[in-house]
């Protein structure tokens, strides 16, 4: 067989991108805009403004993918594009963009879920490494700004399969990682800026707990088709214990006082944070990041403890996290477990990784028709 080189495009949320990736095994070009600017200023993503920014950076973007990789749309073998999970509006942004050229050069429009883009991050790096052997069964957590699933993955004649095993029953883990920062006058994103300043605190300095939602869910268990538990998440009452400290240790006038100087620096440095918040506060920060990170990694290693893992990938925007990576390194190594992350830049989003999730499926032919539509709530199967 010979190479095949895939154009991916990936416009979900807040990040633009486009990349050229071959064969699922190497990154050629991997070109990505955060509109990290245009949502700062209301401490999030706002949806309306996602969709404009894709709609006005699209066009660049791809062609700078492409012009990296020394290729042309006519000289690709197909585009893949991200359908679903995501902002409706910021996904059609992309799907009618890649429709579009497919329609134009006659290529074949292959539609992939993001979560498995999260998950296929960790395959292409892993191959480009040299790295072709994977010890089945695999489990994979994704952990984002949007997601904190659990799926075993498997792979079958069409290419991978999903079940899914656990998922967050409100907040996502990046997305407490957001809600702390914001109300701590952080800023936006949380999880770069907690990570830093985690660092420099004491996580014992406060008691958090998490919930833990040991039985089964009986009727997730059943659907799946055996009576396995479900490892559940849940991150909003972390982030309502984290107001409460704020308020019983009267730290609102120091947020606000930290929330208006921050507005006037661009791009804080370390520096900046450091003389922006008192010890108090950056206790509180690493306490909340290490139950965040005790909680991921306690549940997932229970998962796959009873799904007698062999193979632990590790995903997704909050991937990145230090902390989170040094803890699963350390207990996966020691529950026996080979445990695998993408780089950094390949943890947040990035359509390198659904140029890779889209091989397997131009390998089986499983194409998209000009009919296929934006899936805001896709799930992974
Ligand atoms: O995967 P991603 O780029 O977008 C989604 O699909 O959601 O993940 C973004 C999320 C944000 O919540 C961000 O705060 C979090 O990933 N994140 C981090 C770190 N870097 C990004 N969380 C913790 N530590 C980090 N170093
Ligand atoms: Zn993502």
């Known amino acids: 067989m010979s190479d095949a080189f895939i154009l991916g495009i990936e416009s979900s949320c807040d990040e633009t991108s486009a990349a050229v990736v071959r064969s699922g095994e190497q990154v050629i070009s991997n070109v990505v805009l955060s509109q990290f600017a245009t949502h700062k ?22 062609r700078a993918a492409l012009e990296q990789a020394g290729r042309s749309y006519e000289s690709v073998d197909a585009i893949a594009v991200t359908q679903g999970p995501g902002l409706a509006g910021a996904l059609l942004v992309g799907l009618s963009f890649a429709k579009a050229v497919c329609f134009a050069v006659d290529k074949p429009l292959i539609a992939v879920n993001h979560l498995e883009g999260h998950i296929h991050a ?14 089945f069964p695999v489990l994979a957590l ?51 800026v907690i990570d830093r300043l985690a660092k420099l605190g004491d996580p014992a300095a406060v008691k958090f707990s998490t919930p833990q939602m040991k039985h089964p869910d009986r009727r997730d268990a059943r659907k799946n088709g055996d009576e396995r538990p479900h490892f559940d998440f849940s991150y909003s009452g972390i982030k309502t214990a984290v107001l409460r400290y704020v308020e019983l240790n009267d730290m609102a006038a120091a947020i606000e006082a930290r929330r208006k100087e921050l507005v006037h620096i661009a791009k804080p440095r370390m520096e900046d944070w450091q003389r ?104 992974l199967r």
């Open 41 to 62: 200023p209301y401490g999030g993503v706002v949806p309306e403004l996602a969709s404009r920014e894709h709609l006005r950076n699209i066009v660049p973007v791809v």
């Open 122 to 135: 960790v395959l292409l790096e892993e191959r480009q490494k040299g790295n072709h052997e994977l010890e």
């Open 142 to 192: 994704v952990v984002s700004g949007g997601h904190t699933h659990l799926f075993m993955a498997e792979t079958c004649d069409k290419g991978w399969t999903y079940q899914n095993i656990g998922h967050t029953r409100d907040d996502a883990a990046g997305e407490a990682f957001d809600k702390v920062a914001k109300l701590l006058g952080l800023g936006y994103p949380g999880g770069p």
């Open 276 to 379: 922006l918040c008192d010890r108090q506060t950056i206790d509180l920060v690493a306490s909340f990041q290490r139950a965040v990170v005790r909680d991921l990694v306690n549940k997932t290693l229970a998962a796959a403890a009873e799904y007698n893992v062999a193979t632990l990938l590790v995903t997704g925007g909050v991937a990145a996290n230090s902390e989170l990576r040094e803890t699963f390194e350390r207990d996966g190594s020691q529950a026996g477990l080979k445990v695998f992350f993408p780089s950094r830049p390949l943890s947040t989003d990035n359509a390198a990784m659904i140029a890779a999730a889209a091989y397997p499926k131009f390998l089986s032919k499983d194409f998209a028709g000009m009919d296929v539509s934006a899936e805001a709530g896709m799930v």
